[in-house]
C-alpha cells in the first residue's frame, strides 16, 4: 500500500507538472483510495485534496473513487458505511463503471472484515464474486482474505508474493483496523 501510496503521489506531481488536471485528480483520488486502507486519519487530509482537485472537472469514475475512498476509511465504524456502500455500487452501476462497483463492493467487504461480521461479509463477497466473474476475479480473493476465510474457489490470480504472504498483507489491514478502533 505504501509503494501504490508513492507511485500515485509521483503521478499526481508529474500531471501537475504537465498541467493535466484529469490525471492530476484521479491520481490524487486513488493514493486516497490506497491510504484509507492503512491509516483513516491520514486519508482525511487526502481525500480533502482529491476533492479541491475535483472542483470544476467532471469526472464520474474519479468522484466515485473518492467517494468509495471515504467508505474504506469508515469501515468498521458504523452500519451506514453499508448503506452509502450499496448506494455507490448503484450509482456507478448506472454509469456503467464497473472498476467502481467492484471498488464499492471491496470497500463493503472490507468494513464487515472490521466488524468480524462473518455472515454480511460472505454475503458481501458473493455479490462481489456475481460481479467480478469476467473481471477483477482477484478482489474476491482479495475479500476473502481480509475476512480470513480460505478461498472457496481457484480464481487463477497470480500473486506477485506468495498467496500466503498476500493474504497476510491484506488481513493485516483488518486487524490495524480493529486496534484502530478498540483504541479510540
Same mark, same amino acid.
Given at each position: 500500500?505504501?509503494?501504490?501510496? *508513492?507511485?500515485?503521489?509521483a503521478?499526481r506531481r508529474?500531471a501537475?507538472?504537465?498541467g493535466?488536471?484529469?490525471?492530476?485528480?484521479?491520481?490524487?483520488?486513488?493514493?486516497?483510495?490506497?491510504?484509507?486502507?492503512?491509516?483513516p486519519?491520514r486519508?482525511?487530509d487526502?481525500?480533502?485534496?482529491?476533492?479541491?482537485?475535483?472542483?470544476?472537472?467532471d469526472l464520474?469514475?474519479t *468522484?466515485l473513487?473518492?467517494?468509495?475512498?471515504?467508505l474504506v476509511?469508515?469501515?468498521g465504524t458504523t452500519p451506514d458505511?453499508?448503506?452509502?456502500a450499496?448506494?455507490?455500487?448503484?450509482e456507478?452501476a448506472?454509469?456503467?463503471?464497473?472498476a467502481a462497483?467492484?471498488?464499492?463492493h471491496?470497500?463493503?467487504?472490507?468494513?464487515?472484515a472490521?466488524?468480524?461480521d462473518?455472515?454480511?461479509?460472505?454475503a458481501?463477497i458473493?455479490?462481489?464474486r456475481?460481479?467480478?466473474r469476467?473481471h477483477?476475479t482477484y478482489y474476491?480473493d482479495?475479500?476473502?482474505?481480509m475476512?480470513d476465510?480460505?478461498?472457496?474457489?481457484?480464481?487463477g490470480?497470480?500473486?506477485?508474493?506468495?498467496?500466503?504472504?498476500?493474504?497476510?498483507?491484506?488481513r493485516?489491514?483488518?486487524?490495524?483496523r480493529?486496534a484502530?478502533?478498540s483504541?479510540r
Amino acid at each position: 500500500m505504501n509503494q501504490a501510496a *508513492t507511485a500515485y503521489e509521483a503521478a499526481r506531481r508529474d500531471a501537475e507538472q504537465h498541467g493535466v488536471a484529469g490525471e492530476r485528480a484521479t491520481s490524487q483520488a486513488q493514493r486516497a483510495f490506497v491510504l484509507a486502507f492503512t491509516d483513516p486519519r491520514r486519508a482525511d487530509d487526502e481525500l480533502e485534496s482529491a476533492q479541491q482537485l475535483l472542483n470544476g472537472l467532471d469526472l464520474r469514475a474519479t *468522484t466515485l473513487t473518492t467517494q468509495i475512498a471515504a467508505l474504506v476509511r469508515d469501515a468498521g465504524t458504523t452500519p451506514d458505511v453499508e448503506d452509502r456502500a450499496r448506494a455507490l455500487q448503484a450509482e456507478a452501476a448506472a454509469a456503467g463503471i464497473v472498476a467502481a462497483q467492484a471498488m464499492a463492493h471491496l470497500a463493503e467487504c472490507f468494513h464487515h472484515a472490521v466488524r468480524n461480521d462473518h455472515t454480511r461479509a460472505g454475503a458481501a463477497i458473493s455479490r462481489l464474486r456475481d460481479l467480478t466473474r469476467d473481471h477483477y476475479t482477484y478482489y474476491v480473493d482479495i475479500a476473502q482474505f481480509m475476512a480470513d476465510v480460505p478461498l472457496d474457489q481457484v480464481s487463477g490470480t497470480r500473486w506477485l508474493d506468495s498467496e500466503q504472504h498476500t493474504r497476510d498483507r491484506w488481513r493485516s489491514l483488518v486487524t490495524a483496523r480493529q486496534a484502530h478502533h478498540s483504541g479510540r
